[in-house]
């Protein structure tokens, strides 16, 4: 399969840091790299990522999007593995990512939900069942796929190459697993694998404005995506294996896009 890399941003999570990297040190097939992107901690989180082996990129540039996007890119490994500072994978889950990723129909990015851990059970039901289960039951049919959840994915690295310059990775405004999810580009798959298992906090959503900014920031980012591609027009393109390419404007910021017929790609039909 080739080497996989795990990237986690981090801001001030030095404790939670510490239970996903002893997590991922007790793994049936360890990583063969680590990158913890410091996000401006004040905290020791970039000292407990040296002391667990992982190597230590910095990005200034505030936000879970930009902090994960500068992950992959520092990143060597043929597949992209993502955790956040807080997730706790299980022992077999870099060896699920692996097998999964081994197979002739092996997809561009797989993923599954989270199993949600600490605060209260109420708290817990609403994360699991109206905003993961929300999210994976209205979102996956507008896509046509299911849609990336941002604890508990891996991507191929070649994937990455071609979406780097098409999502918003400098954003820290809208959630970047929607973002990711919204650009998969015609021929690249997603699969839900449920047997990719990941402790996710419950922490986010300890209060209801906490669960109400998130579902807030959802359709932020679905307005934005929208606007660039047109849900329609993305069914269809993705539908007839057509590419699209986009071309950023320095001085305006604007996108234009030119498309090409293409054909899909080998590891899956579009969507």
Known sequence: MGTISVVIPSLNDAVFLTVCLD???????????????????????ADVARAAGAR????????????TAAGFDAASGDLLARLDADSVPAPDWVGEVERRMSRPDRPAVVTNGGTFYGRNALVRWIARNIYIGGY?????????????????YAMRADAWAMLRDLVHRDRADLHDDLDLSWWMQPGMTVVRDRRL??????????SFGGLARR?????????VESR??????????RRRGSVRVWAWEAATG???ADEHSGEPDPDGAAA
């Open 197 to 206: 298992v990941v402790g996710v906090s419950a922490r986010p959503f300890d």
């Open 23 to 45: 997590a991922l040190a007790k793994q049936t097939r360890r990583p063969d790299e680590i990158i913890v992107v410091d996000n401006g901690s004040t905290d020791a989180s």
């Open 215 to 223: 579902v807030r920031m959802a359709f932020h980012t679905m307005s």
């Open 228 to 237: 660039e591609w047109p849900p329609l027009q993305r069914r269809a393109d």
């Open 136 to 152: 994976f039951t209205v979102i996956g049919p507008l896509l046509g796929h299911p849609p990336i959840f941002g604890s508990n």
């Open 56 to 67: 230590v990129v910095h990005e200034p540039l505030r936000g879970i999007w930009p902090a």
């Open 254 to 256: 604007d996108r234009q």
